[in-house]
């Protein structure tokens, strides 16, 4: 293995609530009540494809031109509230410095928006970590689809078959496996152990703080 490919939300931070605050508010505006678990089992998919499945899921059925702008929205509305700070999930700052003093290439692959991205490696120190970044703006297709790992993997000029992932959420276990990649899957997201389990990741961790458990990746 010559590089690991993380996820954000979920893998380095937990901004669930903020994630479902400014969905909630967006969809307010067209008669939805989000529920948690509206949001939750659509975890990884890009913003547009969330709303967009979210409205038909409620009878209202939008165009692709008005689900990117209520992504839009979406993501100005986030961004504001995470301006009052971001916290690495534990484990997070160790592991990133252990995999790039063994000369590990580094990625960040989001489903986020670039704005939110660049917003999270400002807030908290990061970039300094990542050798490649790509977010849900560059792809066309969300997670399940193994695009978003496989054009970071471009950028990182290294074969899918020699990076691994670390993935929170069943749509981006399955996207890494569908990239040929290997997968860590770690439960600090809002998938429960045994929905991971069931996917079949190479490794399965309560946090990132277990790594030492991996005697070779």
């Known amino acids: 293995m010559k590089?690991?490919?993380?996820?954000?939300?979920?893998?380095l931070i937990e901004t669930f609530e903020l994630h479902f605050k400014s969905h909630y508010m967006v969809l307010a505006e067209f008669g939805v009540k989000l529920k948690k678990e509206d949001l939750i089992k659509r975890y990884g998919m890009?913003?547009?494809?969330?709303?967009?499945d979210i409205m038909k899921q409620y009878g209202k059925n939008v165009s692709e031109t008005t689900a990117k702008r209520m992504a839009s929205k979406k993501v100005k509305i986030y961004v504001k509230l995470a301006e009052k700070g971001l916290e690495l999930l534990p484990g997070v700052e160790e592991f990133l410095k252990f995999l790039k003093n063994k000369g590990y290439k580094i990625g960040l692959a989001s489903s986020d928006s670039k704005k939110t991205l660049l917003q999270f490696l400002k807030l908290?120190?990061?970039g300094k970590f990542f050798d490649a970044n790509i977010s849900g703006d560059e792809i066309k297709n969300g997670k399940p689809n193994p695009e978003i790992f496989l054009e970071c993997a471009k950028k990182l000029r290294i074969k899918p078959e020699e990076c691994?992932?670390?993935e929170d959420s069943v749509h981006g276990v399955e996207?890494?496996?569908?990239a040929g990649m290997k997968c860590i899957a770690v439960t600090t997201g809002?998938?429960?152990r045994e929905e991971l389990q069931?996917?079949?990741p190479d490794w399965l961790?309560?946090?990132l703080e277990e790594f030492n458990n991996i005697e070779e990746l």
């Open 3 to 11: 590089a690991v490919i993380f996820d954000k939300d979920g893998v």
């Open 46 to 52: 890009k913003i547009s494809e969330i709303l967009r």
């Open 124 to 126: 908290t120190k990061t």
């Open 164 to 166: 691994i992932v670390v």
């Open 175 to 178: 996207a890494t496996k569908r």
């Open 190 to 192: 809002q998938t429960s």
């Open 198 to 200: 069931k996917m079949k």
């Open 205 to 207: 961790l309560n946090t």
